[in-house]
């Protein structure tokens, strides 16, 4: 089966994560699930968590090494709390071997149209912007 095309691989992704999200049947077992996505997430190499891969703008802290294969964007993370990680893993898994241009581009809309949002606090809805910010900066420089 050939590998989709990297726009079609994001549709799916969000897809995916929203109809997962939408058959959870509470906010208890959708933060559930959301923490799970961050246990499950790759560990992050111990050398890269460091002073300088700590993310401004969360109250958590939460490590991010961007990297650029081949021209795709990869995203090792890791946090200090299971909610924002969790967030961090759904962020760096969708954009994860995605082409940068692309990355800087598409928006991920789906984490509205689910309503994972009103699960958010402001201070983590604030951390998962300024982890899109970063994320986008990253990818528009390598563009």
Request: charged share 25%; aromatic share 10%.
């Amino acid at each position: 089966m050939p590998t989709p095309a990297p726009e079609e691989l994001l549709r799916q992704r969000a897809s995916e994560f929203k109809e997962t999200f939408e058959l959870l049947p509470d906010a208890e077992e959708r933060m559930r699930y959301l923490i799970q996505l961050g246990r499950s997430y790759p560990a992050m190499e111990e050398k890269h968590r460091v002073k300088e891969n700590l993310l401004a703008g969360c109250i958590s802290q939460l490590w991010i090494h961007p990297e650029l294969r081949d021209g795709l964007c990869y995203f090792q993370m890791d946090a200090d709390a299971l909610t924002p990680k969790g967030t961090a893993a759904l962020l760096c898994g969708f954009y994860n071997g995605i082409p940068a241009k692309l990355v800087a581009t598409t928006e991920p809309d789906f984490i509205q149209e689910c309503g994972l949002g009103s699960y958010l606090t402001p201070s983590r809805q604030s951390g998962l912007s300024s982890l899109r910010r970063f994320i986008r900066g990253f990818a528009e420089a390598n563009a």
